[in-house]
């Protein structure tokens, strides 16, 4: 069986496995859920992390690396099932608190590093018999992806899941990618919703949400 798949075969035991995601997310794993998808298509299994350890900087990039290595890669927002999915799983969870991102977000697969202003998001090519994201849903935070500079004159060019009281309840933002640690959310795309080949018993899995 696939290392990523025994991880969340059943999620109540996944903490037993959180020493093994690497630097930065050492003891930060806090849960997962699914998704189905819509005619057999697009089902996830997302994994949800709290803040890094700020010693191990490069933030983005270390996220972005453990949730290849473990799973399919950082979450993408392609639509507005997958947006809400993530969103409830966090609020429902408390995982929006300052107890587990202090500086407010969850990073996700979309950076803007080749063209400014254009976030690219991972795994958004149809390939392989997978269903793909779309990239035309829009879930980032109005007025946002302004590239901010005052804290690097590199920008905003990492995306996050953004939760701040009275600024974003879990809306897009563009971010720095090594200025503040934070929470990652990781995936793994289910191709064609068969659980079973990939080892899943699914009635064991959370959902993210019980309604459409």
Not at 69 to 82: H, K, P, T
Not at 115 to 140: L, P
Not at 165 to 184: H, I, L, Q, T, W
Request: hydrophobic share 30%; with cysteine; net charge negative.
């Amino acid at each position: 069986m696939d290392f990523k798949v025994l991880l969340c075969f059943v999620c109540g035991f996944a903490m037993a496995f959180a020493n093994d995601y690497g630097p930065g997310y050492v003891d930060q794993f806090e849960g997962c859920c699914r998704i189905d998808g819509v005619d057999d298509c697009d089902c996830r299994i997302y994994y949800f992390f709290c803040e890094q350890d700020a010693a191990f900087h490069g933030y983005y990039d270390v996220a972005s690396d453990m949730c290849l290595d473990y799973f399919d890669g950082l979450a993408v927002v392609g639509s507005a099932r997958e947006h809400n999915a993530m969103k409830y799983y966090i609020k429902n969870n408390g995982l929006d608190n300052t107890d587990c991102v202090s500086k407010y977000g969850f990073w996700l697969g979309a950076t803007d590093t080749k063209v400014e202003g254009h976030f690219v998001w991972q795994g958004t090519t149809v390939k392989d018999g997978y269903c793909w994201d779309s990239t035309e849903y829009n879930c980032w935070e109005p007025d946002e992806l302004d590239n901010n500079t005052n804290l690097s004159e590199d920008g905003q060019d990492c995306a996050q899941l953004w939760f701040r009281p009275n600024r974003s309840d879990g809306n897009c933002d563009d971010e720095y990618c090594d200025v503040r640690p934070k929470g990652a959310i990781c995936e793994i795309r289910i191709p064609h919703c068969d659980y079973a080949d990939y080892g899943y018993d699914d009635t064991a899995l959370d959902f993210c949400y019980t309604a459409a």
